[in-house]
C-alpha cells in the first residue's frame, strides 16, 4: 500500500499561484508515477501533471502547460505542484495519485492504483 497526503490548497485571486505537496509513504518501492488530477464539481476527473519517480520525465495537460512545474523531493518522498498565472478556470479539487509498475503505463486515471483525499484550489475572479 501507498499512502498519500496532498496540503497546500487554498483560495487565490486569478493570477496567482499556489504550490501543492503530495507526501507519499508506505510502500513506494513499487511507484513509477506520481500524479495530479483535478475534479471540478460536474466535471470528469482529469490529468494534470505527473513525473516519474526517478524524477527523470515529465508530463503536463495542455491545460497547464507552460504554467505549471511538477518536481519531486526525493529526499522527503514529496511531490510538488507549482502552479502560476492560475484561472477561476482551474477551480477544482486536485488529487495525487500513484501508480505502481505497469508494462505499459498511460496518464489515465485508471491507471493509477493509489489516490490521496484532494485539497480544493478556489481560484477567484
Known amino acids: 500500500q501507498v499512502q498519500l497526503v496532498e496540503s497546500g490548497g487554498g483560495l487565490v485571486q486569478a493570477g496567482g499561484s499556489l504550490r501543492l505537496s503530495c507526501a507519499a509513504s508506505g510502500r513506494t518501492a513499487s511507484t513509477i508515477i506520481i500524479g495530479w488530477f483535478r475534479q471540478a464539481p460536474g466535471k470528469e476527473r482529469e490529468f494534470v501533471a505527473a513525473i516519474t519517480w526517478s524524477g527523470a520525465n515529465t508530463y503536463y495537460a495542455d491545460s497547464v502547460k507552460g504554467r505549471s512545474t511538477i518536481v519531486r523531493d526525493n529526499a522527503k518522498n514529496t511531490v510538488f505542484l507549482q502552479m502560476n498565472s492560475l484561472k477561476p478556470e482551474d477551480t477544482a479539487v486536485y488529487y495525487c495519485?500513484?501508480?505502481?509498475?505497469?508494462?505499459?503505463?498511460?496518464?489515465?486515471?485508471?491507471?493509477?492504483?493509489?489516490w490521496g483525499q484532494g485539497t480544493q484550489v478556489t481560484v477567484s475572479s
Open positions: 495519485a500513484a501508480m505502481r509498475l505497469k508494462i505499459a503505463p498511460t496518464m489515465d486515471k485508471n491507471a493509477f492504483d493509489y
